[in-house]
């Protein structure tokens, strides 16, 4: 079978020379937030409360056109594995798994608010009625998450020329019965693990925590407990060189209403407990001001002199879901799950040595570049640190860190995936993109119509427009075929 190798920052960018010591890489990851939901990206109707990420956009770079994959799991395994999901088989979230690992059951504590629980299929209670190990789910006879061969990420930087010392803190998500359970954190290279085994706490009061291996009850509120275990994780890295992959719950569901310490605005006055779905985006602009908030604490716990050499990489897994009711002009039928633009059309921000304040750049990107860009950071040789088989669908971004209105580096970009039955494909170029959703088709023009409200009609199409759906067309084919 042919495989494609796309071509992987072959020319080393030269970085300016800020400090001598390799550069700490800090990745911040929310849990489904589109875009639409931020105020620096400037087209929703009504955004979040955010004055960490708004500060983080005024000093660094926002980036335009950045995507995702349409849900957790293949996301991340993308950005660890420079992989797209057709190669590692991660094309759904991998669903928990706890009742075939005798998993503790935690205590809502008393302070607990309410939660509006959700599957996909939509609101299955208020309160912690999902605590309770399920039925596994149906055998499987490859892992759902990545396989045990895959080269992850902190496996390429312990083998930098400075090596780092690695750690991942919160959702993790890849892990499952025939991948490594509790250990598949720690057998994917990271030194220290911290958080979340599956999709998300089942209740932000009451979770399973897994750190290093060792499965236990915990009670209290979980972003604020994992950003602890950040905050104390970097402060015993000494003058070494770190990366650490910090990754969120919120604003995930359950719907809740996070402490009242971490919020500034009107939202710390919302009632605690509520029985109704009519207002979860106030509900859930209050749980992204929480992790704002809470990005905050961990970025001012970093000394100043640590900051002036470490990256801060900001993006989001997937649009926002539609149970949180994400404000116009994202449609809540296009969103997370789907690959329309507001599932997989993702906000990235970047911090960090040498970069300049207040940029916007738009190379078309994916998560699967932040694999390549991340290494050429750290300057590990990507040709000599991986098999020569191994098909890598990363491009690195890094160049646009430190160079402003640089061209893409790619010609389309590709996000891909399964839900249930439905198995949907978008791939673009610079404006036109195609969405084919098992076997309907349908083509947009990104520049007139940012937003898919207009699909264009195939059979009608000239010029460009023509040359560019024969042209991603045949590169799917060319896909599917490898």
């Known amino acids: 079978m042919k495989k494609l190798v796309l071509a992987l920052a072959t020319v080393s960018v030269l970085l300016p020379a800020v400090s001598a010591a390799a550069p700490n890489i800090l990745v911040i990851i929310a849990d489904d937030l589109g875009t639409e939901s931020l105020a620096s990206y400037g087209f929703g109707e009504s955004t979040a409360v955010t004055p ?35 190669r590692t088989g991660v094309r759904s979230a991998i669903p928990a798994q706890w009742a075939a690992m005798e998993a503790p059951t935690p205590t809502s504590p008393a302070h607990a608010t309410t939660e509006l629980v959700y599957t996909p299929a939509g609101l299955v209670g208020a309160g912690n009625e999902s605590l309770s190990a399920r039925r596994p789910p149906p055998p499987n006879r490859r ?7 895959e080269i992850m990420l902190p496996r390429l930087l312990q083998a930098a020329p400075e090596p780092y010392a690695t750690a991942a803190v919160g959702k993790w998500h890849l892990a499952d019965l025939l991948n490594g359970q509790l250990d598949h954190p720690n057998d994917s290279g990271f030194d220290y693990y911290s958080g979340v085994l599956f999709g998300g706490p ?73 029985d109704s779905e009519e207002n979860n985006r106030a509900y859930f602009f209050a749980q992204v001001e929480a992790m704002d908030t809470l990005i905050g604490r961990l970025l001012d716990s970093i000394p100043d002199e640590v900051m002036q050499n470490t990256y801060v990489i900001f993006f989001g897994d997937n649009g926002t879901v539609e149970w949180d009711d994400p404000p116009p002009p994202r449609d809540r039928d296009r969103v997370k799950g789907t690959v329309y633009q507001g599932g997989i059309e993702v906000p990235l921000i970047v911090t960090g040595p040498g970069i300049a304040a207040g940029r916007v750049e738009r190379p078309l990107a994916h998560a699967v570049d932040l694999f390549a860009t991340i290494l050429e950071l750290a300057e590990v040789d990507i040709d000599a640190a991986l098999p020569g088989d191994l098909a890598i669908d990363s491009v690195s971004i890094a160049d646009h860190f430190h160079e402003e209105n640089l061209p893409s580096r790619r010609s389309w970009v590709l996000s891909e995936g399964t839900l249930g039955a439905v198995v949907g494909t978008a791939i673009r170029d610079e404006r036109y993109k195609l969405v084919v959703i098992n076997e309907r088709e349908e083509f947009y023009d990104l520049v007139n119509d940012p937003h898919e409200l207009r699909p264009l009609s195939v059979p009608d199409l000239t010029g460009a427009a023509r040359t560019s759906y024969e042209t991603l067309t045949e590169r799917l084919r060319a896909l599917a075929s490898e």
């Not at 960490?52 to 660890?80: K, N, Y």
């Open 52 to 86: 960490t990420l708004d500060r983080l956009a005024s000093e660094g770079i926002r980036f335009e056109r950045f995507w995702s994959q349409h849900v957790c799991s293949p996301t991340r395994a993308a950005a660890l594995t420079g992989r797209y999901a057709f």
């Open 143 to 149: 892992p759902r998450g990545p396989s045990t061969d």
């Open 202 to 274: 089942s209740s932000y009061f009451a979770w399973r925590h897994l750190e290093n291996g060792q499965l236990r009850a915990e009670s209290g509120y979980y972003d604020t407990h994992i950003t602890e275990d950040a905050i104390r994780w970097i402060g015993e890295q000494g003058d070494e060189p770190w990366f650490l992959w910090m990754s969120y719950s919120n604003p995930h569901t359950p719907v809740h209403l996070p402490p009242r310490e971490l919020l500034r605005s009107p939202a710390r006055d919302l009632p605690p407990n509520f």
